[in-house]
Nanobody, 124 residues
Framework: QVQLVESGGGLVQAGGSLRLSCAAS????????MGWFRQAPGKEREFVTG????????YYANSVKGRFTISRDNAKNTVSLQMNSLKPEDTAVYYC?????????????????WGQGTQVTVSS
């Protein structure tokens, strides 16, 4: 059973940056593709970005491409999300998730383990 814990959320002004981290325990993170999702109030949870087991392949939603960067350190069992040029529409609870797939996938159902989420608020 893999436990995921996100950290690094907070309040930032538009144009600012935040770095989210996801720490895993109870399992080897290198066995999972990892994804970041977000859910804004009144909206469905959506895929933001994902990274393959090895870290060699990444995938981004169009809305964050060029602004967000996902990375992983399998030796430390962590995944990070660097978010630059933040916009008010990026405001949401951000979740990391683990999928047994080799490569990151968009579908929520492909992810077996989820963190509790961390709030990101971008003020205009």
């Amino acid at each position: 059973q893999v436990q995921l814990v996100e950290s690094g959320g907070g309040l930032v002004q538009a144009g600012g940056s935040l770095r989210l981290s996801c720490a895993a325990s109870g399992g080897t993170l290198s066995s999972y593709a990892m994804g970041w999702f977000r859910q804004a109030p009144g909206k469905e949870r959506e895929f933001v970005t994902g990274i393959s087991r090895s870290g060699s392949s990444t995938y981004y939603a169009n809305s964050v491409k060029g602004r967000f960067t996902i990375s992983r350190d399998n030796a430390k069992n962590t995944v990070s999300l660097q978010m630059n040029s933040l916009k008010p529409e990026d405001t949401a609870v951000y979740y990391c998730a683990a999928s047994p797939q080799r490569f990151a996938v968009v579908a929520l159902g492909a992810y077996d383990y989820w963190g509790q989420g961390t709030q990101v608020t971008v003020s205009s």
